[in-house]
């Protein structure tokens, strides 16, 4: 491996740590503040004097306006939030506690079937993020005082203004807004065939990856931890966005391989683009491939 490259990984990890100060805009301490009053209603009035014949009347949208208009309405939503960790799009999940105000959360996610809503901490400020995933859970495990919840990552999200207690006093909920590429800046081709070019290196990069982990063994991971923990990875995805969670998935699962790679899962939800993600895996996988070959130590 070349200084060149090990260089250029160096730069674009600095630029994703800017990336991701950049993303956290929440939060100060929580406060017990009175909910937002979200409206499902959109009413456009023309101002006075507006409109046919100056009457003022209602604006009149069109098809495509209103269908708009209805998916950004879907995209916004009020969910329990629960700061823990900077979790993934499918990555598995177990978080539990004896307390009872715990106990209430996971009575309210389980009567509502409503998602949760995790975030994690800011690695630079010690604070929360305003980025995570909605946790669709999967099984509730009692014994004694312990409950423990079990999900899933499913849609990422962005925290807006500050969470509130819900009325019993025991957690935290906040509207949140959920992110997907349809509402991401478009890439021109240049930036396109970027991110194909390095999309199609990752395969190769993730093969020489495994056979460092268990030619080096690795302290973090056995063998058969590395074995497991690939098979509930799966294949390796096509398009590029689940690509790259995939790639940020393999280096930083849960519980995390402190010895192996940096924390990127931050960084990567604060990700804008498809280019940037690809950029983010592509550098981390190779930081971490040449801290496991010697070539350059990242700890």
């Known amino acids: 491996m070349t200084m060149t490259s090990s260089a250029t990984t160096t730069s674009f990890l600095l630029c994703a740590s800017l990336l991701l100060q950049a993303s ?7 406060s017990p503040m009175t909910p937002p009053r979200i409206s499902s209603d959109l009413n456009l009035y023309l101002g006075d004097g507006g409109g046919a014949g100056g009457g003022g009347g209602p604006f009149t949208l069109s098809q495509e306006d209103q269908s708009l208009l209805q998916q950004m309405r879907d995209r916004h939503t009020t969910l329990p939030v629960l700061i823990l960790d900077a979790v993934l ?16 959360l996971c009575d309210y996610l ?26 669709s859970i999967d ?15 499913e849609q990422r999200l962005e925290v807006q203004g500050e969470p509130y207690l819900d ?20 890439l021109d081709r240049k930036e396109q065939e970027e991110a194909k070019s390095l999309s199609r290196k990752l395969p190769n990069m993730i093969d020489q990856w495994i056979r460092l982990m268990l030619e080096e063994g690795v302290v973090d991971a056995s063998p058969k931890e590395l074995e ?28 995390s391989w402190k010895s192996v790679s940096l924390e990127i899962r931050p960084a990567m939800l604060a990700c804008k683009t498809d280019l940037q993600r690809i950029h983010l895996a592509h550098a981390a996988l190779q930081g971490s491939i040449d801290h496991l070959s010697g070539v350059r130590k990242l700890f």
């Not at 956290?24 to 929580?30: D, K, L, N, V």
């Not at 099984?139 to 990552?153: A, F, V, Y």
């Open 110 to 135: 389980l009567q509502s079937g409503k998602d949760l809503a995790m975030i994690g901490m800011n690695p630079h400020t010690g604070r929360p993020l305003s980025l995570g995933v909605t946790v």
């Open 139 to 153: 099984t509730r495990h009692e014994k004694g005082r312990m409950w423990t919840l079990s999900g899933t990552g």
């Open 24 to 30: 956290s805009a929440f939060m100060g301490r929580p």
């Open 167 to 186: 009325p019993t006093g025991s957690f935290y909920m906040a509207d949140v807004e959920l992110v997907t590429e349809r509402f991401e800046p478009n």
């Open 228 to 255: 497991e923990h690939l098979d509930t990875l799966g294949r390796v995805p096509k398009e590029h966005t689940e690509r790259a969670m995939w790639v940020a998935r393999l280096l930083n699962p849960m519980p």
């Open 89 to 104: 799009p499918g990555q598995k999940v177990d978080f539990g506690s004896h307390d009872d105000k715990f106990h209430q």
